[in-house]
């Protein structure tokens, strides 16, 4: 077991597939467990690396679906329990618009 999941020094051992390494975990960006395993034994071991490197949790549904299931994984990769992952920053979805929305948006008061 790790000491701790920060020490980069612990050698993971080698990546070795496995059957379901195929199974796509986050849906929006078709992140598979096999992607995020070879991740961690590629050196990324907290949530917030994995999401930047592979994009889950960053689709439409911002890890609605698979926030827990990527946590899991890595977890098990590390051989932690996944209540010592921090999990990553959530933000709330932002669209562009255009400027005549704002511009509309006072009209009403008159």
Known sequence: MMESI????????????EPDDDRIICRCEEVTKGEIRR????????????RRYLRCGMGLCQGQTCAKLVKRIVATELGVSP??????????????????IYA???EDDE
């Open 39 to 50: 991740a961690v034994h590629d050196g990324m071991f907290t949530i917030t690396e994995i």
């Open 83 to 100: 209540a010592l992952l921090e999990p990553a920053t959530s933000r709330a979805p932002i669209r562009p618009l255009e400027m005549k």
């Open 6 to 17: 920060y020490d980069r020094t612990v050698q993971l051992g080698e990546y070795v597939p």
């Open 104 to 106: 509309k948006e006072g």
